[in-house]
Nanobody
Framework: QVQLVESGGGLVQAGGSLRLSCSAS????????MAWFRQAPGREREFVAG????????YYEDSMKGRFTISRDNAKITLYLQMNSLRPEDTAVYYC?????????????????WGQGTQVSVSS
């Protein structure tokens, strides 16, 4: 397991943008498959975007396609989620997740390490 810390959440107007960051304390994320999930009050945790261990493939939930972009920096220290055209329904706590092994599925059970989350609030 790795210790993950998210940042970059905040309050934004509908149509605006935010960039979330996720870093592993004391190390690189290069050896891990990575993903972003989100959870709104009263709802189950939802897959947002995923990135394979070698950055070969990206995956997005349908509602995020064309609006969100997942990436890793050149040093592979930080994972990002660029969020554009935000909608009120995007309001949730966003979590960074890491998997020690190659990409499996978008299920939360496939990921071993989780950050504490960062709040994203989108106003209408």
């Amino acid at each position: 397991q790795v210790q993950l810390v998210e940042s970059g959440g905040g309050l934004v107007q509908a149509g605006g943008s935010l960039r979330l960051s996720c870093s592993a304390s004391g190390g690189s994320l290069s050896a891990y498959s990575m993903a972003w999930f989100r959870q709104a009050p009263g709802r189950e945790r939802e897959f947002v975007a995923g990135l394979t261990r070698g950055n070969e493939f990206t995956y997005y939930e349908d509602s995020m396609k064309g609006r969100f972009t997942i990436s890793r920096d050149n040093a592979k220290i930080t994972l990002y989620l660029q969020m554009n055209s935000l909608r009120p329904e995007d309001t949730a706590v966003y979590y960074c997740a890491a998997r020690q092994f190659p990409w499996a599925t978008m299920r939360s059970d496939d990921f071993d390490s989780w950050g504490q989350g960062t709040q994203v609030s989108v106003s209408s």
